[in-house]
């Protein structure tokens, strides 16, 4: 699989989201996303379910955020 490019000064956009659940916060980077989307048929700004690593209840997408790299 090729990895797509990225130029150095180009920030990750990461993605915060919620358990309705158990209230824990996770914060998933924009490639994990991307992967958990391929192969589903998810509609244009449609996200793909996250599970809670707590309790295992579906996470609510929050916001979207940029991470400066290290
Ligand atoms: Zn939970």
């Known amino acids: 699989m090729e990895l797509p490019f990225h130029s150095p000064e180009e920030r990750e956009e990461w993605y915060k989201f919620e358990c309705p ?11 994990v996303i991307d992967e958990f989307a391929m192969g589903k048929d998810l509609k ?6 996250v599970a809670c690593p707590e309790c295992n209840a ?4 929050r916001y979207t955020f940029k991470k400066e790299p290290y």
């Not at 579906?58 to 997408?61: A, D, G, L, R, V």
């Open 21 to 31: 659940k158990c209230g824990k916060k996770d914060e998933v980077p924009g490639f």
């Open 44 to 49: 244009e700004g449609e996200m793909p379910g």
């Open 58 to 61: 579906e996470m609510k997408f």
